[in-house]
């Protein structure tokens, strides 16, 4: 299963993008789904996720500028960053989790870069 990611770029500070998600194949089972980011000296951290039952999570650092989404007949999810500042540059990767619990199987896309210049 692959995931990939696109929508990153270079943006002014205030602008806004929006990354895709699409698996190359049909993922049963699916958990949650949702982004994660990496700024450049840090650990990944989760920035949106839906969990099953369509539960949202927003990290308070994105709270009301960003809209995680998903487009259930595609299998694309999507995130629309909205207000953009410079410390939301980083890379930004979304995440499949299949299964639940210790059995669970995390999918990771290999990332999308995106960079707000101030």
């Known amino acids: 299963v692959q995931l990939v990611e696109s929508g990153g770029g270079v943006v002014q500070t205030g602008g806004s993008l929006r990354l895709s998600c699409r698996a190359s194949?049909?993922?049963?089972?699916?958990?949650?789904m949702g982004w994660g980011r990496q700024a450049p000296g840090t650990q990944r951290e989760l920035i949106a996720s839906?969990?099953?039952?369509?539960?949202?999570f927003y990290a308070d650092s994105v709270k009301g500028r960003f809209i995680i989404t998903r487009d259930n007949a595609r299998e694309t999810l999507f995130l629309q960053m909205n207000d953009l500042k410079p410390e939301d540059t980083g890379v930004y990767y979304c995440?499949?989790?299949?299964?639940?619990?210790?059995?669970?199987?995390?999918?990771w896309g290999r990332g999308t870069q995106v960079t707000v210049s101030s």
């Open positions: 995440k499949w989790r299949q299964g639940v619990g210790d059995s669970g199987v995390d999918h």
């Open positions: 839906f969990t099953r039952g369509s539960r949202l």
């Open positions: 194949e049909n993922i049963p089972d699916v958990s949650a």
